[in-house]
């Protein structure tokens, strides 16, 4: 597991981890597997056993950026609720296809933004596939009611006999 250490008491001999999922942790001083001495804020790999922090390695300072507890650690969910949000816009003016591209991106995007803890691309991507329902649905409710119209104009023309082509029959 990822963390963070907080703080160090020396004359306890434990150290604390606050990890990436909101845990706080303590692990002994005996643990650390690094070269040098752990110190606050630097990035962490434990294993946790029994409630402690156990096995516990320092993460190299590149990897370091993707484990900040509460950060989100990319904005792929972000990008694809803006982009299902302006397929919704479009499917305004354009019927179906960028409607339920909105629907698929925005289900996609909302789920990587749970991964990332990015609170922005979940807002985005649940605006994008919610939309896209509703959107579908009154679609469906406007074309059945126009067949509903139409097909109930054309009994009442039949039943008077009103503008039928010749040899054309309502049964």
Same mark, same amino acid.
């Given at each position: 597991?990822?963390?963070?250490?907080?703080?160090?008491?020396?004359t306890r001999g434990v150290g604390l981890i606050l990890g990436v999922d909101g845990a706080r942790l303590e692990f002994p001083l005996s643990e650390w597997r690094?070269?040098?001495?752990p110190a606050a804020g630097q990035a962490v790999?434990?294993?946790?056993?029994a409630g402690q922090a156990k096995q516990v390695y320092a993460v190299p300072a590149g990897a370091a950026a993707a484990v900040a507890p509460g950060a989100p650690r990319s904005n792929t969910g972000s990008v694809l609720g803006g982009i299902a949000i302006g397929?919704?816009?479009l499917g305004f003016l354009i019927p179906l296809v960028p409607t339920i591209a909105a629907l698929i991106l925005g289900l996609i995007g909302a789920r990587r933004a749970q991964e990332d803890n990015d609170e922005t691309g979940l807002v985005l991507?649940? +605006?994008g596939w919610i /939309?896209?329902?509703v959107l579908l649905?009154?679609?469906? +409710?406007?074309?059945? /009611?126009a067949l509903l119209f139409f097909g109930g104009l054309m009994s009442l023309l039949g039943a008077w006999g009103w503008a039928l082509p010749a040899g054309l029959t309502v049964t």
């Open positions: 597991m990822r963390g963070h250490i907080l703080g160090l008491e020396a690094s070269e040098g001495a790999d434990y294993v946790l056993d397929c919704l816009a991507s649940r +605006i /939309g896209a329902v649905g009154l679609g469906l +409710i406007l074309l059945f /009611g």
